[in-house]
């Protein structure tokens, strides 16, 4: 079980980047797939999730708006298309998956049971 997240980058603020979380080792489908930040000196926080029992998506309130999150179960792919790209959001992301296809708990990122490695977005003029 493996998730391999990338797309990172040093963008401009008001740019945009699309992360990707790829997945190996088991399906996409069953699980509910989220991504979690990690500023420099902060405690992660969730971003956004996206369960695989209904496609519910969730967001954070610094992010609504601004973030998509999607899935390509044929591709064993979750992406994050991020806009509007802001200093404040420069940090590590991270994909996870949740223990089953309900996101409703994404928040909680004591909730994931399997992280990727993370991937850098700084967002810097």
């Known amino acids: 079980v493996q998730l391999q997240a990338s797309g990172g980058g040093l963008v401009q603020p008001g740019g945009s980047l699309r992360l990707s979380c790829a997945l190996s080792?088991?399906?996409?489908?069953?699980?509910?797939i989220g991504w979690v930040r990690q500023a420099p000196g902060k405690e992660r926080e969730g971003v956004s999730c996206?369960?695989?029992?209904?496609?519910?998506?969730y967001y954070a309130d610094s992010v609504k708006g601004r973030f998509t999150i999607s899935r390509d179960n044929a591709k064993n792919t979750v992406y994050l298309q991020m806009n509007s790209l802001k200093p404040e959001d420069t940090a590590v992301y991270y994909c996870?998956?949740?223990?089953?296809?309900?996101?409703?708990?994404?928040?909680?990122?004591?909730?994931?049971?399997?992280w990727g490695q993370g991937t850098l977005v700084t967002v810097s003029s």
């Open positions: 996206i369960s695989s029992s209904d496609g519910s998506t």
């Open positions: 080792g088991f399906p996409l489908d069953p699980y509910a």
């Open positions: 996870a998956a949740g223990p089953g296809g309900n996101g409703s708990r994404w928040s909680d990122t004591g909730w994931y049971d399997y």
